[in-house]
Structures are given as structure tokens and as C-alpha cells.
């Protein structure tokens, strides 16, 4: 199977601070990127998505940065809130295999008050 | 607009039973996709259905089998059922070549 890894499984930020989120992937085909929120007990949220044909894509208060020469992917938060603490997962998307999805283990963000 | 909707939320099988799970896509949304997330990990593909025929299946056994309908809701089948099968079973629906938009999930618990 695909790997898409993450480099810490848990991130704690103080509310208020910027959050960075970071994903690694192996495939060089992987050429649609999506990171997800998911909150306790709900499914995967959609926060922001980007192809491989940029390298930054900005949203309300979310960034997404891909480095394509180190199959490298992040998720920056702005302004982090207490609403913001979930589990976030990038998942990547190998061209031509239709909209199947690898998915990481996930990154635990707490926001701490 | 309804998002996707699962059901049922949660269930209790046992070893050896079959379950089917459920799922209406968002409308206008013509592809459906089926994922297990195990606790504690990210989602793994199972199957995708475009216009009700499979587009993709994941290394899941024959146990695993699915199916889409005219109005494009999809059901989820597994046979046989075995304790690893626990797990949070999630629908997403999509636009072809677009991100998916999840459901909540159907809580499977295998005792």
C-alpha cells in the first residue's frame, strides 16, 4: 500500500498561536492532496485541498504548503482556537486510480486555552 | 441540503453474521465511496462506485462487497464477520475528481 506518514502524532499549541501540521508521502504520482479534520465521534471534515500543480494554497485561516521535491505536505492554522483541536489527516490521491484516497494516521492537535 | 447520511449509526454483530450498512450520497453526487477506520488510524479504502459500477476496490477480502443503486445510494456488505472488523465504517460521496465529503459513520462493533 501507499505511505502517507506524519511526523508527530500529537501537537499541543496555546490558543492564539499558529499551528503547523506536517504529512509525507512516497508516491511521486500523487498529484491531489486534501488535508481533513475529524472531531470525536463524526467523520472526516474537508478542510482544504491542493494539486500538484501549485505549491500554496490559502483558505480562511488555513494554509497548505506542498514541496513536491521532498513529497512534503503542511497545514497551517492561523490564529488556533479551541474549536480547532481534532485529529487531522492528509490524504493523497494517485492520478489515474479514480478517487481512491490514502489516508495518514493522523496528527492529534490540543488547543490549549 | 442534506449531507451524506449513514445508518445505522451503530450496531452489535457477532462473530459469523453479516451486516449491511447504508448510504444516500449528497444529491447531484454520483460517486460513492466506502472507507474502515480502524481506532486509532486513518481511513482505508474499500470500494468507489461511479454510476453504479465499482471504479476501485482496496485490499479487503471477498468478504467486503458493495453496491450502488439508480439513485445512487450505495450499500456496504460484509459477510462472515470477524471481531478485526470493528471499526467505523464512512461513506463519502463526491463529484468525479473532486474531494469527498464524509458522513458520520456507522459504528460497527464485532463481539
Known amino acids: 500500500g501507499e505511505s502517507v506518514g506524519l511526523h508527530l502524532p500529537t501537537l499541543s499549541v496555546q490558543e492564539g498561536d499558529n499551528s503547523i501540521i506536517n504529512c509525507a508521502y512516497s508516491?511521486?504520482?500523487?498529484?491531489?492532496f486534501i488535508w481533513y479534520k475529524q472531531e470525536s465521534g463524526k467523520g472526516p471534515q474537508f478542510i482544504i485541498d491542493?494539486?500538484?500543480?501549485?505549491d500554496k494554497r490559502q483558505g480562511q485561516r488555513v494554509t497548505v504548503l506542498l514541496n513536491k521535491t521532498v513529497k512534503h505536505l503542511s497545514l497551517q492554522i492561523a490564529a488556533t482556537q479551541p474549536g480547532d483541536s481534532a485529529v487531522y489527516f492528509c490524504a493523497e490521491n494517485i492520478a489515474n486510480t479514480g478517487n481512491q484516497f490514502y489516508f495518514g494516521t493522523g496528527t492529534s492537535l490540543t488547543v490549549i486555552p | 441540503d442534506a449531507g451524506v447520511t449513514q445508518s445505522p449509526t451503530h450496531l452489535i454483530k457477532t462473530r459469523g453474521q453479516h451486516v449491511t450498512l447504508r448510504c444516500s450520497p449528497i444529491s447531484g453526487h454520483k460517486s460513492v465511496s466506502w472507507y474502515q477506520q480502524v481506532l486509532g488510524q486513518g481511513p482505508q479504502f474499500i470500494f468507489q462506485y461511479y454510476e453504479k459500477e465499482e471504479r476501485g476496490r482496496g485490499n479487503f477480502p471477498d468478504r467486503f462487497s458493495a453496491r450502488q443503486f439508480p439513485n445512487y445510494s450505495s450499500e456496504l456488505n460484509v459477510n462472515a464477520l470477524l471481531l478485526g472488523d470493528s471499526a467505523l465504517y464512512l461513506c463519502?460521496?463526491?463529484?468525479?475528481?473532486?474531494?469527498?465529503?464524509f458522513g458520520s459513520g456507522t459504528r460497527l462493533t464485532v463481539v
Open positions: 508516491n511521486s504520482a500523487s498529484d491531489y
Open positions: 463519502a460521496s463526491s463529484l468525479l475528481a473532486s474531494g469527498y465529503t
Open positions: 491542493i494539486r500538484s500543480n501549485m
